[in-house]
Structures are given as C-alpha cells and as structure tokens.
C-alpha cells in the first residue's frame, strides 16, 4: 500500500510518499509544494498542480492531511484553511480515501509523546525510514503524517478481519 502524507500550508506544502507492506515501511520520496503568485488565488492554484503531479507520478493508495490549529490570527488561519482545502481535494479528486490527524496525534503515534518537538520527530522519521533524505521540516512533518496513517489504516485492517473472523 502506498501511502500519501501531506501537511498543509500556503506557503509550503510538504509531502511525504511510503511504502508499506505489512509492519515494513520503505520511503519513496518526499518535498515541499511552494505557491506561487501574487495573490491567493494563483497560490492555491500552484499548490494543486504541484500536489496532482506527486499523485500522478507516485500514484499513491490512500492519503492522509494534518489537521490545522485555530490561532490568533483570524486572516491567517483562514488562508492556511484554503490550502488546507487543496490538501483533501488533490486526493479525493484521485478517488482516495484521505484521513485526517490532529499534529499531537501524530507525534505520540511517531514519537511516542504528544508535544514531541521537531527533532524529535525527525530522529523518528530517519530511525524509521533509514534510506531518507529530508527535504525540509513540512517534507519531515508528512512523511510522519503518512506514517501514522499507515498505523492506523494497518489497525483497522486488522479489526476488520478479527470481527469477519469471529462472524463466520
């Protein structure tokens, strides 16, 4: 199952692609989508057809998005929202399935403690996915985000076939 992790933001939006296959996970790549323009428009416009040429070329299975934190500033959340937008629609537009993850989710799933710093999650990261090259904090924050994903989605999975198994 390729799994597709991606954290949103206007200026950068990073993106992580793995690899799993049981409990092994291998790293197929990772960047960062930087918007382009002058206004809001154009720069969302930048994000989708950068984040629809990952999907194209890494052809993913199923894709997870970091929630966003509400912060003081209205406007500015608001636009990180936008992008936040463009994150779920990139993918649902491929027909996947996309799962959302709060970032303290995402730390205690990778890390082990809800308010790990970014070192932390990064040591993480490269102690998982031994083979990676880092393209950048937003790049390091996806492959997490596909990482719990793929944890999560494996939970499930096993759940499901537990229950069929005890149906009949």
């Known amino acids: 199952m390729r799994v597709l992790g991606i954290d949103p933001g206007l200026r950068n939006m ?9 409990s092994r996970m291998r790293h197929l ?3 960062v989508c930087t918007s382009e323009g ?26 997870a998005v970091e929630n966003t934190f509400v912060n003081k500033d209205g406007a500015g959340t608001l636009k990180l929202g936008q992008a936040r937008g463009i994150a779920l629609l990139v993918p649902a537009q491929a027909g996947l399935d996309v799962g959302e993850y709060a970032p303290n989710k995402v730390k205690k799933t990778i890390v082990g403690v809800g308010h790990a710093d970014k070192i ?8 998982q996915l ?11 924050d996806a492959l997490a985000i596909a990482m719990c994903h793929a944890h999560y989605t494996r939970s499930t999975r096993v759940v499901a076939q537990a229950k069929r198994a005890m149906n009949g």
């Open 29 to 31: 790549g990772n960047g």
């Open 38 to 63: 002058t206004d809001l428009s154009l720069r969302l416009l930048s994000l989708h057809r950068q984040l629809t040429e990952v999907l194209r070329e890494y052809k993913p299975d199923t894709a």
């Open 14 to 22: 990073g993106w992580g692609m793995i690899e799993v296959d049981g």
């Open 120 to 127: 932390q999650v990064q040591h993480m990261v490269m102690l």
């Open 130 to 140: 031994p083979s990676v090259i880092l393209n950048g904090p937003d790049a390091t």
